[in-house]
């Protein structure tokens, strides 16, 4: 099992700025992928952005170029550094883990985004 923490949601005006992270722990095994995925009201929960443990990284076409994902291997966390926020980005976001080969995946509990002024 891997459990998953995150932190850093909120209500910010657009424009803004927000960091998310989301720290695992458990049965963590290398090759995996750490990610996040973001749901409003109303429609599917989509792919925001992923990193695997060796540096690989995608983003949905939605974000690219305001928002950036890292990782910290050593502590197992995830952050998603969110600029130049619009009011489409509101969402609860969720964190994800995957194992690569098994291709079991964990969900955070998830944290709300709010762009509103």
């Known amino acids: 099992q891997v459990q998953l923490v995150e932190s850093g949601g909120g209500l910010v005006q657009p424009g803004g700025s927000l960091r998310l992270s989301c720290a695992a722990s458990g049965r963590i095994f290398s090759p995996n992928i750490m990610g996040w995925y973001r749901q409003a009201p109303g429609k599917q929960r989509e792919l925001v952005a992923r990193?695997?443990?060796?540096?690989?990284?995608n983003y949905s076409d939605s974000v690219k170029g305001r928002f950036t994902i890292s990782r910290d291997n050593e502590k197992n966390t995830v952050y998603l550094q969110m600029n130049s926020l619009k009011p489409e980005d509101t969402a609860v976001y969720y964190c994800?883990?995957?194992?690569?080969?098994?291709?079991?995946?964990?969900w955070g509990q998830g944290t709300q985004v709010t762009v509103s002024s």
């Open positions: 994800n883990f995957r194992h690569l080969l098994t291709q079991m995946d964990y």
């Open positions: 990193m695997r443990d060796g540096g690989y990284t």
